[in-house]
């Protein structure tokens, strides 16, 4: 863990109170938030239960919830946290740490989706797609496995995310190979029925085929694109799938 630096005592009191400054920024934070006999964790989880204790819940605690968060604290084990210290410090002060606390942790339920889905497969995620973001309805994101040889890509699809219809080309060879990883999805080929997909379905795709694929509705998914050698390939990206095609899946 990297080493932390604090400087809110002198940005708010450096003047006014140098010596508390001092105390905050290099000896509260930088000596004793530092020390190493408690892991980084279970010092934010111990500091948040001290000062939902004292009744404290300015910008303090919301600062100390944001730390707990970002070390690790999931909104589960915050609710649980908070449940129990509760028992022992006073009912009220848990609920004026927990309408805090789901300030805090609100935006969490698309971090807690994504990784739940990452837990399902060993590829990674990756990073948002956003160099064929024009192409796709929703939010994808792309992790190179292999750029040599064989190009082999896991795309994922956030729930409700799919791709343009397109068309592989390709003067001799080529075409792609889809293999689903996590996940529920769909792949369908134009004036053909779309096709449900799950971990181990093997979608083959040849050239010349105008085609879509991406997520469930209501799931993540993921495949590897398995990029076919051929001579002279490129991808040709035609019009969305609109909501009226895909609002018909399950």
Known sequence: MERIVQTAGRNALGEFAPDFAHYNDDVLFGENWNNRDIDHKTRCIITVVALMSSGITDSSLKYHLENAKKAGVSKKEIAAIITHAAFYVGWPKGWAVFNMAKEVWAENAADDAKAAHADQMVFPIGEPNDAFAKYFIGQSYLAPVSTSQVGVF??????????????????????????????????????????ELHPGDCINIPVGVKHWHGAAPDSWFSHLAIEVPGENSSNEWMEAVDDSQYGVLK
């Open 154 to 195: 896991n795309v994922t699809f956030e729930p409700g995310c799919r791709n343009n219809w397109h068309i592989h080309h390709a003067d001799k060879g080529g075409g792609q190979i889809l293999l689903c990883v996590a996940g529920r999805g769909y792949y369908q080929e134009w004036g053909k029925e779309a096709v």
